[in-house]
């Protein structure tokens, strides 16, 4: 069956560095998304990618789905403080499936 | 505007028993579908729910099964309950065929079985 693959599965940060979450699907997929989830909270949704090679940008965030439609990554410039929680990838062939998470720690 | 609504919060089982958690969609949203989130991990889905009738159904057992009502609120049940099914049970909602298909959460409920 489908399987999303999700790394690195922790990542500690200096506050100002960089950060990079990779999402891979097993199957290909009809779209990606992607969601935070706070520590105690629920997944928010952030975006969602569709089309082949895309990539979207919100603020500090980029997200891209590859050619293939197999897999994705999420890159947040400039870490600060407010990014830390656990970032899941979620990929769509007959219904959702979750990555296992990225957790991200900044230290300030 | 009342987001997705889950009760109850947390809840205590003991093996063998049985739970049943329920769930108020989005307003406006007719689909819902149900996630079990074991700690650490990534959300896992259950099934999904539409027209009063389960759509599709990912890895789990029959031991989980669900329920639509008219007003698309939904409840999520599950028998004999084991260690294993200690997880946060979560509900997210979507407009049928909506062309995001994002998820809507609830803040899930937190089921510990002893």
């Known amino acids: 069956g489908q399987q999303v693959m999700q790394i690195p599965q922790y990542q500690h940060v200096q506050e100002g560095e960089d950060f990079t979450t990779y999402c891979n699907s097993s199957t290909t997929l009809s779209n990606i998304q992607w969601y935070k989830q706070r520590p105690g909270g629920h997944p928010v949704f952030l975006i969602q990618?569709?089309?082949?090679?895309e990539v979207k940008k919100q603020k500090r965030l980029t997200f891209q789905f590859g050619e293939a439609k197999k897999n994705s990554s999420l890159h947040i410039t400039a870490t600060q403080t407010t990014d830390v929680g656990t970032y899941f990838c979620?990929?769509?062939?007959?219904?959702?499936?979750f990555g296992a998470g990225t957790r991200l720690t900044v230290k300030p | 505007d009342a987001g997705v609504t889950q009760s109850p919060t947390h809840l205590i089982k003991t093996r063998g028993q049985q739970v049943t958690l329920r769930c108020s969609p989005k307003?406006?949203?007719?689909?819902v579908s149900w996630y079990q989130q074991a700690l650490g991990q990534g959300p896992q889905f259950i099934f999904q729910y539409y027209e009063e009738e389960e759509r599709q159904r990912g890895n789990f057992p029959d031991r989980f099964s669900g329920h639509q009502f008219p007003n698309y609120s939904s409840e999520l049940n599950v028998n004999a309950l084991l260690l294993g099914d200690s997880a946060l049970y979560l509900c997210?909602?979507?407009?049928?065929?909506?062309?995001?298909?994002?998820?809507?959460f609830g803040e899930g409920s937190r089921l510990t079985v002893l």
């Open positions: 997210a909602s979507i407009p049928w065929g909506a062309n995001t298909g994002e998820l809507f």
């Open positions: 990618l569709v089309k082949s090679g």
């Open positions: 307003s406006g949203h007719d689909t």
């Open positions: 979620a990929g769509r062939n007959n219904d959702m499936r």
